[in-house]
Nanobody
Framework: QVRLVESGGGLVQAGDSLRLSCVVS????????MGWFRQAPGPGKGRLGR?????????????YYIDSVKCRFTIVRDYAKNTVYLQMNSLKPEDTAVYYC?????????????????WGQGTQVTVSS
């Protein structure tokens, strides 16, 4: 069973940077396409209400960034450490959310949260103005 553990969230000011980490265990990291999602607080939102931020192929090729984070966020994989990172620069208050990493046993990632079989517990990112 794949296990994902995120870290790196926190409270920062607008314009600051954070790097989120997601350590993967329980399966061969190179067999997994990875995605980063986020979810702002609100009633009635489950896993399928999470917003895609970025995803990459199992080989590490970046496939997608949501428009609002392009040129600010970068998804990177370190195969020696079984870790996927989300480097977030020039943070804005609207980036405030719980951030989740997710994995699927396919070559390509996906923008749809229902396509991922494994999820981390999430890490809170709060950006003050």
């Amino acid at each position: 069973q794949v296990r994902l553990v995120e870290s790196g969230g926190g409270l920062v000011q607008a314009g600051d940077s954070l790097r989120l980490s997601c350590v993967v265990s329980g399966d061969t990291f190179s067999n997994l396409a990875m995605g980063w999602f986020r979810q702002a607080p609100g009633p009635g939102k489950g896993r399928l209400g999470r917003e895609i931020v970025a995803h990459s192929t199992r080989r590490g090729d970046t496939e997608y960034y949501i428009d609002s984070v392009k040129c600010r966020f970068t998804i990177v994989r370190d195969y020696a450490k079984n870790t996927v990172y989300l480097q977030m620069n020039s943070l804005k208050p609207e980036d405030t959310a719980v951030y989740y990493c997710a994995a699927r046993s396919e070559y390509h990632g996906s923008t749809w949260p229902g396509d991922y079989s494994s999820w981390g517990q999430g890490t809170q990112v709060t950006v003050s103005s």
